[in-house]
């Protein structure tokens, strides 16, 4: 268990990043303005993170623990059978809540804008979503690889949230829309050998 001084620390280091990335691009963020920020001496920041990569690798963490939480949570409540779809959307809200209740961070992953935290954002999902599917390889044949269908499911619906976004679809339609896709997918078997899984 951290210090409270440090969880203080980090908090405010934190926060001070996501405020400054609604003004400038991630390349373009200095350690001595995000001390100033945050109201830390530099030292203070070394002593904690290598660099401002390493900062922003920790708030991703951080919200990969809360999605993660989250998930096993709605796999709990919603799909105790374990069926196929049912775990996939699990996945899908639980990405989708975090996400949106975040949005004055991840409104910022933008590739064009920040390569490096939409390369993140994106690996970290990619990931998440390929364990899952590794769990779900113990228990039915799959046609493709978990990496394969974790590149599909992801990419797949990163576009679909992105394109919605863009046609200002609000946020409850996305996730209903998003949910009836990805159980559409799942549910034509085209991932697994037996059609009757999902």
Known sequence: MEDRRITRTKRSLKAAMTEMLAREDFEHISITELCRRADISRITF???????????DDIFEDMLQIGTEDYYRRQREYNPAGKLAAGYVNML????????????????TNPEKNPYLASRFYSIVLETVERHTLHVEKRLSLKYSPKKIAGFVCFGMLGFVNESHEENTPLEIIRQEARVLLKDLIKSGILTEHEKQA
């Open 93 to 108: 809200d639980a990405i989708l809540e975090l996400y949106y209740n975040r949005f004055d961070f991840f409104q910022h």
């Open 46 to 56: 070394y002593s904690h993170y290598n660099d401002k990569y390493a900062l922003l």
